[in-house]
Structure formats: structure tokens, C-alpha cells
Nanobody
Framework: QVQLAESGGGSVQAGGSLRLSCVAS????????MGWYRQAPGKQRELVAR???????NYADSVKGRFTISRDNDKNTVYLQMNSLKPEDTGVYYC??????WGKGTLVTVSS
């Protein structure tokens, strides 16, 4: 099992920035896929960004050009840099490993 711990959420005004971090522990040898998902109130959880060990990335269309996912394999950490935040970005953001293991989430609130 992989344990994931997110941090960096908070409340910001539209146009602001936040950086989320996720530290993996437990069975973490050569994790291929790391991702960030989010869940807005009353909606299903959706993929925001994904990165594999080579560094190749995928983004949801709604965040492309504003968010950047990265990883530091030596520190077992994945990041999500969020710029130009919009109220529609509000939700609980979850770290994911191998499309299987989940963190508990960190809340992001963007006000108008």
C-alpha cells in the first residue's frame, strides 16, 4: 500500500495561485503514475492532471495552460502549481498513485 499526504490547500481570490504538495510513503518503489483529482460540491471526482515517471503529463482541458503538475522522485513528492485560479476550481483536491491509492484531500476555495 501507498500512503499519500496532501498539503497546500486554502482560500484565495480569483486570479490567485496555490501550490499543492503530495508526499508518498509506504510501498513507493518506482511509482509510475501520479495524479491530482478534484471533487466540487455535488459533482463527481474528476481528473485534473497526471504525470508518469518519465515526466510525461496530461491535463484536463479546463486547467490546461493554468496548472502545472511535476514530481520529485527522490523526495517521493508530486506537486500541482495552480495559477489564474477561477471559482470553478473550487473543490477538494486528491492525490492519487497508480490510479489506485488516494490521499484524504485538501480543500481549495476560490472566491470571486
Amino acid at each position: 500500500q501507498v500512503q499519500l499526504a496532501e498539503s497546500g490547500g486554502g482560500s484565495v481570490q480569483a486570479g490567485g495561485s496555490l501550490r499543492l504538495s503530495c508526499v508518498a510513503s509506504g510501498i513507493i518503489f518506482s511509482i509510475n503514475s501520479m495524479g491530482w483529482y478534484r471533487q466540487a460540491p455535488g459533482k463527481q471526482r474528476e481528473l485534473v492532471a497526471r504525470i508518469i515517471i518519465s515526466g510525461r503529463t496530461n491535463y484536463a482541458d479546463s486547467v490546461k495552460g493554468r496548472f502545472t503538475i511535476s514530481r520529485d522522485n527522490d523526495k517521493n513528492t508530486v506537486y500541482l502549481q495552480m495559477n489564474s485560479l477561477k471559482p470553478e476550481d473550487t473543490g477538494v483536491y486528491y492525490c492519487n498513485a497508480e490510479n489506485r491509492d488516494w490521499g484524504k484531500g485538501t480543500l481549495v476555495t476560490v472566491s470571486s
